[in-house]
């Protein structure tokens, strides 16, 4: 690792401390054409794939041994992925008979007839069925029906004077009629499909959550029995079909969208089934397009492109290096994981996590406005969290289950993958919840906390530089991956996770007036960020709570261990945290992230947390004349 080349001016730090940290570097960096961002979590990004991708085309070359069964699939599906003579060959051959089936849908009936294989076979339906923990007995496994996604990121762009929709419509219609024509249908008949796709997705619109509602995990909990579920519609017989996937029909669904469920029956109208037909015709030629050819690839690619602002396609190499290693991600995650990370690493970190929860530990015991009865219970989730760090001991068994067929096209070899995937899954009905199990690739420059297992997961990919690193200082360390250890933890506590008990289950272990005093200061919360202007619009502060109530966990305790070393160093501590968060995106990139993100935008994630703590003042010399300077009465602190 190389010490940041930019200098930071302190004083400047009075003003911004993001700009003060970051200012010269943004000055200079340059986004790529392929990407929608540079900085902290994209460089990593960046250097994984620069890694990976080398040693896929070693494993390819075979200069490189695969050493496992799983390694050995993911090396022939990667070389498939990459021969693109024989994709280009194939044009859009492959697909042909899945839109053939789509097509001689003719009723109702003719999709109940096929419905559990149909759902099998990853097909578009007008709703979703998935296996999760039960969020109310989390040791069990529970069906969920959840509505489908919208074209659009999300309900709010449908809204009359949203300049967005009317930007991003033409594109994503253009784009799919382009896709239709080259699938064969002429250019009529693509335009009345394509219309037909967006009149039913337009039916969809009014009943579903936005992200701001879908960011309140406690209402997703809405037990049906499957009678009431299938009495949501007279045209498919969902109890049937959830009895064929799951093996029996069970006493309870969790519907996470009730209003939806409740309005499917309008939407599934004779009248309405061409419109729906037309719908999945839309989803699986524009979600099957990238394993198709060149063409199909960089042709489906052109809406998430304008989304995003990114001004050209992945290249083919790296296109095919992230089709292979997502559908292998567990195997390609283990590999690097052992190879570039290893156990002592694991070890360290592991044993980082640990301090960070004991003095986690100290701040709730230590808490001035919990009642002892909840101090003992919040004390009792902490520790009993879980937490996984690195990597898994073990790849998932259902990796072991992909075989690739090379006597069949890329796009039916990734069909099979996903078919034996949703059986898995659907297999796990009912059955005890894996706590252990990783749903996250250990090369995944990411961290999380999962409220209905109460874990913790620390992929390897984000255990580098500027976060960690043996040449940084503890107070750097701290800064980086400190912070975001206590933010995962910090997540048990917030908004969301405050709502579930050390077993996961959606249960209320709070006295009625700590609860209240918490809503208070989660409401505090969103008003600090409530309404900040960026990029030309808004912070949503509700839709940002969970993730801003996390931040400030995270930065107060992560300090608290920064000053337990001999070595403390607030000023360096302080300036990593805003380091970490460095980034210049496309301004398109920027709106989509503030529409659709739980998180606040990065450069606010670094300055207006830091606000909150009074160690900031002292330790920049910050007063009222400055621009950081905020009064004593509005720092907003909770854990």
């Not at 990734?414 to 996250?440: C, H, L, Y």
């Amino acid at each position: 690792m190389t010490k940041d080349k930019f200098t930071v001016d302190k004083n400047e730090i009075k003003q911004n401390i993001y700009d003060a940290v970051n200012g010269a570097w943004i000055k200079q960096a340059t986004i790529p054409g392929d990407h929608s961002s540079v900085g902290g979590f994209m460089d990593l990004v960046d250097g994984i794939d620069k890694t990976l991708m080398h040693d896929s085309a070693a494993l390819a070359d075979g200069s490189l041994p695969a050493k496992t069964p799983e390694l050995k699939e993911y090396t022939k599906f990667y070389k498939m992925a990459e021969d693109y003579a024989r994709r280009d060959a194939d044009g859009a051959t492959p697909l042909l008979p899945v839109i053939d089936r789509i097509n001689n849908l003719a009723n109702y009936q003719a999709l109940n007839d096929q419905l559990p294989d149909w759902i099998l076979s990853g097909l578009p339906t007008p709703f979703s069925l998935g296996i999760d923990p039960d969020m109310k007995n989390a040791k069990l496994n529970a069906l969920f029906a959840e509505s489908p996604s919208l074209f659009m990121p999300d309900k709010t762009y449908y809204e009359d004077g949203n300049p967005a929709y009317a930007q991003l419509m033409p594109i994503f219609t253009d784009m799919n009629v382009k896709l239709l024509e080259m699938i064969g249908y002429n250019h009529a008949e693509a335009v009345e499909t394509v219309e037909k796709a967006k009149a039913f997705d337009k039916l969809i619109v009014p009943n579903v959550k936005s992200a701001e509602e879908s960011a309140d995990y406690s209402k997703m909990y809405n037990p049906q029995t499957t009678d009431e579920l299938a009495s949501s519609t007279t045209a498919l017989n969902l109890k049937a079909a959830i009895n064929q996937l799951v093996g029996e029909v069970p006493n309870t669904v969790i519907v996470t969208e009730p209003k939806y469920f409740e309005h499917l029956e309008e939407l599934l109208t004779p009248q309405n089934f061409d419109l729906m037909k037309a719908w999945m015709i839309v989803k699986t030629v524009s979600g099957y397009s990238s394993l198709l050819s060149e063409e199909f690839r960089q042709v489906g690619g052109i809406y998430s492109r304008a989304l995003s602002g990114k001004k050209e396609a992945t290249n083919p190499t790296k296109a095919a290096y992230y089709l292979a290693s997502g559908t292998f991600d567990q195997v390609v995650g283990d590999y690097y994981g052992h190879k570039y990370f290893g156990e002592k690493a694991k070890a360290d970190v592991h044993h980082m996590v640990e301090n960070m929860i004991a003095v986690y530990k100290n701040r709730l015991e230590n808490n001035d406005w919990l009642s002892p009865e909840t101090k003992q219970m919040a004390v009792k989730k902490l520790t009993s969290l879980g937490i996984q760090v690195g990597y898994p001991d073990e790849v998932d068994p259902l990796y072991s289950k992909f075989h690739v067929d090379e006597k069949l096209s890329l796009l039916n070899n990734a069909r099979n993958f996903g078919k034996i995937a949703t059986q898995d899954s659907f297999a796990k009905w009912n059955q005890p919840v894996e706590r252990e199990r990783w749903e996250m690739s250990a090369s995944t420059v990411n961290a999380y906390y999962h409220p209905f297992k109460n874990i913790i997961v620390f992929p390897a990919a984000i255990l580098q530089a500027p976060f960690y690193s043996l040449e940084q200082s503890s107070s750097e360390n701290y800064g980086g991956v400190g912070a975001v250890i206590a933010h995962e933890i910090s997540h048990a506590f917030d908004n969301n996770g405050s709502l579930f008990d050390e077993f996961g289950n959606l249960n209320n272990w709070w006295t009625k007036a700590d609860h209240e005093h918490f809503q208070k200061l989660a409401d505090q919360m969103i008003a600090e960020f409530n309404g900040i202007p960026f990029a030309g619009s808004k912070v949503n502060g509700k839709l940002t709570v969970s993730e801003n109530i996390a931040d400030a966990g995270g930065l107060s305790c992560a300090e608290a261990a920064a000053k337990n070393e001999d070595d403390v160093d607030l000023a360096a501590f302080f300036i990593n945290w805003s380091r970490i968060w460095r980034m210049k995106a496309t301004p398109e990139y920027q709106q989509l992230l503030l529409s659709i993100d739980v998180h606040a935008p990065a450069p606010l994630r670094a300055s207006v947390q830091v606000k909150n703590l009074d160690d900031f003042y002292t330790t920049f010399d910050v007063t009222e004349q400055d621009e950081m300077y905020l009064a004593p009465e509005k720092r907003v602190k909770i854990w």
